[in-house]
């Protein structure tokens, strides 16, 4: 068999991926945000000190994670319990879905 002659899956061919088209961009970004973080930190922190809320919310979603949200809240919450009829069927819809 001949080889194809008509271009395709070259080495080198096709558009460079937007990641390394902007390395050098990213990198100088990269490098501004590192600079000020400090200051942004401080910044957060005085204003979650002087009362605002989203500040506060913000840095301890970012220390400790977002909480889960709820459905409703659990004092409205008027759903059964998990019984044992459910756990057979989802165990049986679980026997299904394997084929």
Known sequence: MGT???GGARPGAGRPPKALRYA???ALVEEKIAAAL???TDTLIAAAKSGDIGSARYLCDRILGRVAALEAPPS???RLPYTEADAASA???HEM???
């Open 38 to 40: 400090p200051d942004i």
């Open 91 to 93: 165990e049986r819809l």
């Open 24 to 26: 050098d961009t990213a």
């Open 76 to 78: 409205d919450d008027q």
């Open 4 to 6: 194809n002659t008509h």
């Open 97 to 99: 879905s394997r084929f």
